[in-house]
C-alpha cells in the first residue's frame, strides 16, 4: 500500500486512530514490562549486595530448613 504524502501515511486510510492506537498501547506495555523487570533487578541486587555486607543472610535463615537440618541429625 503507497501513500501519496504523510497526512495520508499517518491517517491510514480512516483507520489511522485505531492503528497508531494500537501501536502506542503495545510500545507502552513492552516499556512497562521492560521497566518492570529492570527495577525488580536492580532492587534484588541491591538486596544482595546488602546481604553480603551484613551477613543478614545467616542471621534470616528460613525456618523451614532449620526443621530440615534437625530433622537430619
Known sequence: MQFESWSEF??????????WLAYGATFMVL???????RMQAVRQQRMLAWSLR???DQAQAD???????????
Request: hydrophobic content about 40%; charged content about 10%; proline content about 3%.
Open 10 to 19: 499517518f491517517a491510514m486510510g480512516g483507520h489511522g486512530l485505531y492503528v
Open 31 to 37: 516499556a512497562g514490562s521492560y521497566l518492570a523487570v
Open 54 to 56: 551484613t551477613g543478614a
Open 63 to 73: 525456618p523451614a530448613d532449620e526443621s530440615l537440618n534437625r530433622s537430619q541429625t
